[in-house]
């Protein structure tokens, strides 16, 4: 079993920086793909961020690119998410995730495939 705890979440304005962190316990001895999904009130968990368990590869959704960065060594170290030019609409629960990976470059978008859930961080952004 894994455990993830994110932090770092808060209240802050349209333009203004926020740093989540995740934070795994447990079972970290295997490698582990991670990844970061958001879910505002009355929709649906989306994808934000993933990364592979070396860190060498990174994907984003749309929405976040060029705002938002995912970095991570492994599962033995604390993830990030470094969220800049924050804006109303990214005002969510943030959650982290991670599932076992195989190879170094594995890293996915799809909730489905994550195993381990974290219990979520509040972002409000107010405009």
């Known amino acids: 079993q894994v455990r993830l705890v994110e932090s770092g979440g808060g209240l802050v304005q349209a333009g203004g920086s926020l740093r989540l962190s995740c934070a795994a316990s447990?079972?970290?001895?295997?490698?582990?793909?991670m990844g970061w999904f958001r879910q505002a009130p009355g929709k649906e968990r989306e994808f934000v961020a993933a990364i592979s368990w070396s860190g060498g590869t990174t994907k984003y959704a749309d929405s976040v690119k060029g705002r938002f960065s995912i970095s991570s060594d492994n599962a033995k170290n604390p993830m990030y998410l470094q969220m800049i030019n924050l804006k109303p609409e990214d005002t969510a629960v943030y959650y982290c995730a991670a599932f076992r990976a195989w190879n170094s470059l594995m890293y996915s978008s799809r909730p489905n495939e994550y195993t381990y859930w974290g219990q979520g961080t509040q972002v409000t952004v107010s405009s």
């Open positions: 447990g079972r970290t001895d295997s490698n582990y793909a």
